[in-house]
């Protein structure tokens, strides 16, 4: 069965520090995976997603993402954090194998500290 | 383009009380999907209908009913609301028939049961 996980619930770094948020996934064929981020009463935006090719995937604000299939991660990074990337974050799986669905991860709380 | 809206936005019902929930999408996308969101779970798919005329179940359907009434709009029905209902709720559409591309999110609505 498919899944998703996010190890952390919530993280907490300092503005201009540099951010890894972990994502795990079960999947039994080539995946496509996104993150999304959601800010406090918004809906969910969709920062980068992986589809095929370089391993490496750059989305919208300066994040970015490294697929590795060995480890089945799609771990998103950042090198440095802004005030304004406080939200929460979630990793999704689908393709062609999901029945049609997509699968999200219970998600990451981010906090920023000035 | 105003992308996925969703009415209402903010609604309290009494244990009992039946609602709909309203979702349109105006990216002539074929695939719609309705989400709930608590807190510490992450997003559950409630239903979906891949296409017009088709509607699946999720993983958390019971207490809910779908009509995709054409191409454009997907609503969600609560016949007989109930406190464990008390959710965030989101309709999401992606425009190829499968899970092969990023869902679109409506901004969400809000609903409690008392």
């Known amino acids: 069965a498919q899944s998703v996980t996010q190890p952390d619930i919530h993280i907490t770094v300092s503005e201009g520090a540099s951010l890894e948020l972990r994502c795990n996934y079960s999947?039994?064929?080539?995946?496509?995976l996104f993150w999304y981020v959601q800010s406090p009463g918004q809906g969910l935006q969709l920062l980068l997603k992986y589809f095929s090719g370089d391993t490496l995937v750059q989305g919208i604000k300066g994040f970015e993402a490294e697929f590795k299939r060995s480890q089945s991660s799609f771990n998103l990074r950042k090198p440095s954090v802004h005030w304004s990337d406080a939200a929460e974050y979630f990793c999704a799986v689908g393709g062609r194998y999901t029945g049609n669905q997509f699968y999200f991860g219970t998600g990451t709380s981010l906090t920023v500290i000035p | 383009n105003a992308g996925v809206t969703q009415t209402p936005k903010f609604q309290v019902l009494k244990t009992g009380q039946s609602m709909t929930l309203q979702c349109a999408q105006d990216?002539?996308?074929?695939?719609m999907y309705w989400y709930r969101q608590d807190p510490g779970m992450g997003l559950r798919l409630i239903y979906y209908s891949a296409s017009e005329g088709t509607t699946d179940k999720g993983e958390v359907p019971n207490g809910y009913n779908v009509s995709r009434l054409n191409k454009r709009e997907f609503s969600l029905r609560l016949e007989s609301a109930a406190p464990s209902q008390t959710s965030v709720y989101f309709c999401?559409?992606?425009?190829?028939?499968?899970?092969?591309?990023?869902?679109?999110f409506g901004p969400g609505t809000r609903l409690t049961v008392l």
């Open positions: 999401a559409s992606n425009g190829l028939a499968g899970a092969y591309n990023e869902q679109f």
């Open positions: 999947y039994g064929a080539t995946p496509y």
């Open positions: 990216m002539n996308h074929n695939s």
